[in-house]
Nanobody, 128 residues
Framework: EVQLQASGGGLVQAGGSLRLSCITS????????IGWFRQAPGKEREAIAC????????AYADSVKGRFTISRDNAKNTAFLQMDSLKFDDTAAYYC?????????????????????WGQGTQVTVSS
């Protein structure tokens, strides 16, 4: 059974940083995509970053490009989302999810249906 556990959220001041982690289990190989999504109150869940497969190709939403970095440590079955220069508008519940590998990496930004396994959310609150 595939399971994902996200952690690392918290309260941070604008301009600060947080690092989210997503531990995965139940996979028989490293060849799967990982995405990070977020959902603010009253808004739809949006894709913000993904790594499309074990080869490490990444894609970012324009709203976070240059500030957030997605990475994965396959040896530890863990994906990370380094969030720098946080803004008030980054406040949301953040979710990690996995999908079969796909190309191009940017497909994850418009095709949430690719992701079949989801972790629980971790709350990020940015104070202005």
């Amino acid at each position: 059974e595939v399971q994902l556990q996200a952690s690392g959220g918290g309260l941070v001041q604008a301009g600060g940083s947080l690092r989210l982690s997503c531990i995965t289990s139940g996979f028989t190989s490293d060849d799967y995509a990982i995405g990070w999504f977020r959902q603010a109150p009253g808004k739809e869940r949006e894709a913000i970053a993904c790594v499309s497969s074990a080869d490490g190709r990444t894609a970012y939403a324009d709203s976070v490009k240059g500030r957030f970095t997605i990475s994965r440590d396959n040896a530890k079955n863990t994906a990370f989302l380094q969030m720098d220069s946080l803004k008030f508008d980054d406040t949301a519940a953040y979710y990690c999810a996995t999908a079969p590998p796909f190309q191009p990496a940017s497909l994850c930004l418009t095709s949430r249906g690719l992701f079949g396994q989801w972790g629980q959310g971790t709350q990020v609150t940015v104070s202005s």
